[in-house]
């Protein structure tokens, strides 16, 4: 057992009281690699801010549990050498069963999710309940979720979104102990969120309702990525294939960020980043066979989009 005390984390309970209070999101941010964590890691010490290293149960088999734990650990180590020891989850995304979770907390990870939620919903309450109790005993926080979210990311598919019902949620989050709760009120995961025509659209009236049910509950927002126009034309102009992606538009999640919700995942607009960046090198420099002379420009394209997030999205630059 490695308690995430030991590799100089926090779990997520104290940041998510400050952000309530102050009207801002704590980034979570995944990464599977090197260069992401650098990016991450450089990009919240420069904007003084808290920040969430998430790990899908796809990235821990990518690179490793043992691996993921020292590069944690690392982390940690690295922010103070870069001048600003900034507060570190290292956090589970969509844990799918206890025994991962268990294995999870027992590997150092600070704050865990169980997603119950493709589960009726008596199921998910017990689930969700089960890994609260094991989690509690060593000051790990849980996040559950109620509502399902479209799109496809990781381990995590589904076709249609099924919008958080507000009646449920006192409920769920008196059941089960959670700390945290994810929601569905529009956001989706993956690049293509929405087809050409449509016009992008959060359920803030869902969440105002949430709120009232649960005040002062700490609320979770997934597949917020915004899916930068920008980035998609450059990936295409050098020979990528990312036509028709639309994702939430920055200013809804900022709205988002000033209410109840605590943590905001962004994911797929890192990928795209690090993948335009890529791109170019390889496009314009064919002889290229080094990895960190494309690698190098991913992790600084990737790491001023954080830096953007952090401070016109989130709002959590100066928060550390």
Known sequence: MISYKELGLVNSRDLFAKAMQGGYAIPAYNFNNMEQMQAIIAACVETKSPVILQVSSGARKYANQTLLRFMAQGAVEYAKELGYPIPIVLHLDHGDSFELCKNCIEFGFSS?????????????????????????????TVEGELGVLAGVEDDVKAEHHTYTQPEEVEDFVKRTGVDSLAISIGTSHGAFKFKPGQKPEIRLDILKEIEKRIPGFPIVLHGSSSVPQDIVEEINRYGGKMKDSIGIPEEQLRKAAGSAVCKINI???????????????????????????YLGPARDKLKELYKHKNIYVLGSDNKA
Do not use: C, W
Not at 112 to 138: K, W
């Open 112 to 140: 865990v999710m169980i997603d119950g939620s493709h589960l009726p919903y008596e199921e998910n309450i017990a689930l969700t309940r089960r890994v609260v109790d094991y989690a509690h005993q060593f000051d790990v």
């Open 267 to 293: 994911d797929s607009d890192g990928r795209l980043a690090m993948t335009a960046a890529i791109r170019k090198v390889l496009a314009e420099k064919p002889d290229e066979f080094d990895p960190r002379k």
